[in-house]
């Protein structure tokens, strides 16, 4: 709901452009039902509000740049319009193009909101400690040897050293792991990841300005400054049919000496159908896969779909849930019930994900009364059942109390799990096995993707973790340990080798290579605002198993349109040649280009009515 609030935000930015539209369709109308103002055909209006501005720069276009585009043509389709009398057809064709304007400057608009929001996560202020005094200074000035300290539940503003005090940091941001990381003395923070537990004072080793948070931002603007446009498929055609038509033109006045023969031949060539087959296509599609949750933000996205050949995959939060929870609890004193119960009781007095994924697995509120509990940073918790000691944490935990972990048979064991150790009256009662498991219907996603496309696995996890979730999902490839950079730079190496990429990811460390990719798809359940604006599509409701169903729509997509294409310009050399006999008027020719436009609207639509057949297997 949010991203579609902000979509509707960004589209009363250019109210200017809205309105003219609807002025100009309501004059449309009114002249189609034989309304005249003080005997003016309304078309005038549409023709003057949104035809002459765009013939103007089409025509500043050719002169200035030499560029010849699909404008070029509609430029002349107006002209020749409007010199037969036909106001209506021009009227209609400016309305047109003047639509597809707006949709592509609302595109270009979403590349400042990103940054804004990036900038947003740097503190404005920091803790700079001198001469054991703590003085507020804007955090964009804290220079490499200052030392400063940072509070729990604060954002961490600058990189540095910890040199007292020890936490366990949420890095999100950077790694996109989900995993709180323990952090203690020695051990480097990075700007923009936050402190979640303990007072730490850190030694500054970059400026400000110069901080990871300050670099992912700037990753992203080199990438937004990079020029990756997509030619409307018109525009390819346009070179041919400009001059095709002119020629033709010349010859018939030549040929025939009349003059309405040779306006025929031109409004014939009005591209209308040529130039409606991508939008039309387009926004059907687009209309089909937000029925599916799936949020089109660049209506480009899907020819480059189409052209793709690789797809890569975050895994945190894209290929799992992004939520701890408990895939096994292994009992080894006592009754299952006990063990289950005392460790959700304990747990309870916790706000650590991994504490509540227990808690969760319990599904109780029956507990035991727990006294005297205290969080041990990085190791676990403590308290006291009826008197006696309970522990429930990982081996550190017990390392720290003198404590020798039990024997564990392998097969009991789950392969890259984070495992919880729960101890009462001198014996373990169990084991907890905790993690991160995938989406429902991944595995059978990614077996249908592995039919066309190269699958990677790039992500901030251990080797360990990474290659337990790739081996699950059988992905081609996997690359553990990445940070921001190192996902930008594959996708600029993967793109060096002419491979088309797709990109989805979740975490802001995600941003810029969803940027840079070629399709950019974020996951809209869980993913940061940053990753969502960075992205061409958003699957809001994170069912990623319609992924296929997207990458389907996209080949339809560009069938049609390429058909469109097609028809229309035979259609216009049939047209054409009927022109140069005669068969054809100024006033049927005209009719008979507009009727290429509305059968290729109509075959368009049939894209709206495309059903999603892909089923969630797990």
Known sequence: MKELIEMINKIIKFK???ITIIISITALIASFMGIRIHSIDPNWIAIIICGIPLIIEAFKELIYNHNIKADILVAIAIIASIIIGETFAAAEIAIIMQIGG????ITVSTTQLRIEKLIELQPPTARKIENRKETIINSLEIKKGDTIKVLPGETIPADGTITE??????????????????????????????????????????????????????????????????????DKWANYVVALSFITAIFTIIYTKDIIKAVTVLVVFCPCALILATPTAIIASIGNLSKNGILVKNSSVLESMHQSDTIIFDKTGTLTTGIPKVVSAYTINGEENEFLKLTASIESNSEHPLAKAMVDYYNSSDYYEITDTQTILGMGIKGYHNGKLVLVGNGKLFDNYNIELPEVNPEKRVNSSTEIYTYHDNKFLGITSIKDTPRKGIKHTISLLKEKYRTILLT??????????????????????CL????????????????????????????????????GIAMGDVGSDITIDSSDLVFMNGKLEYLPYAL??????????????TFSLALNTIAMIMGIMGVLTPITGALVHNIGSVLVITFAALLFKQKNNYAVKT
Request: no cysteine; hydrophobic share 35%.
């Open 460 to 481: 901030g996890d251990n080797e360990e973790v990474a290659r337990d979730i790739a081996n699950q999902l059988n992905i081609n490839e996997v690359h553990p340990n």
């Open 165 to 234: 005090g020890h936490s366990t940091i949420n890095q999100a941001i950077l790694t996109g792991e989900s995993k709180l990381i323990d952090k203690t003395i020695n051990d480097e923070v990075y700007a923009g990841t936050i402190n979640s537990h303990g007072t730490l004072t850190i030694k500054v080793t970059k400026n400000g300005e110069n901080n990871s948070l300050q670099k992912l931002i700037k990753m992203i603007e080199e990438v937004n400054k990079e020029d990756t446009p997509i030619i409307r498929q018109a």
């Open 484 to 519: 921001p950079e190192h996902k930008l730079d594959y996708v600029r190496k993967e793109q060096s080798r002419n491979n088309e990429v797709i990109m989805i990811g979740d975490g802001i460390n995600d941003a810029s290579a969803l940027k840079k990719a070629n399709v």
């Open 102 to 105: 707006l949709l592509e400057q």
């Open 16 to 18: 200017k452009e809205i």
């Open 552 to 565: 389907d729509i996209s080949q339809k997509t560009i069938q049609t349109i390429n058909i469109g294409i």
